[in-house]
């Protein structure tokens, strides 16, 4: 009888604490994953066909460095919004495709060029898609 009354109150506490850790866990997921969000499609973007392809350039060369969807940055500045600002958050310069291509082309500071990987069409479809941040 003791070891029965022994094993139920094993068990019980053996729940209580499954559902206590399951209890941190949820709180802990919640805590940290305020700023994750799942990735959205291309289609729920509304991008066409252009901007997608610029959005997988843009996924293999740029988002390692940069968040597309925050002001927040990586190693670089984050590019919400870049091009409804008059001018570029870090260097001054005027906002607009040609800054922003020569930028992409010969590198700046840290960054590195992309004249040798990306061609002209490459940079119309990954501008396409930086315009829609």
């Known amino acids: ?16 604490f499954c559902q206590a850790v399951a209890a941190a866990l949820a709180v802990a997921a919640s805590t940290f994953a305020c700023d994750v969000e799942r990735r959205k499609s291309d ?3 509304g991008l066409n066909a252009q901007q997608s392809a610029g959005r997988r350039i843009y996924d293999a060369e740029c988002d390692r460095c940069h ?10 500045p984050g590019l919400k919004g870049m091009f409804q600002h008059k001018y570029l958050s870090l260097s001054g310069l005027p906002t607009n495709d040609e800054r922003v ?33």
Do not use: C, W
């Open 1 to 16: 009888m003791n070891s029965e009354v022994s094993r139920s109150k094993r068990r019980g506490r053996s729940r209580f």
């Open 43 to 45: 289609a729920e973007l």
């Open 67 to 76: 968040e597309p969807y925050s002001t927040r940055g990586k190693k670089g």
């Open 101 to 133: 291509t020569d930028i992409i082309r010969l590198g700046r500071n840290e960054m590195p060029g992309y004249s040798q990987k990306l061609n002209s069409q490459d940079m119309q479809d990954l501008l396409a898609y930086l315009h829609t941040l």
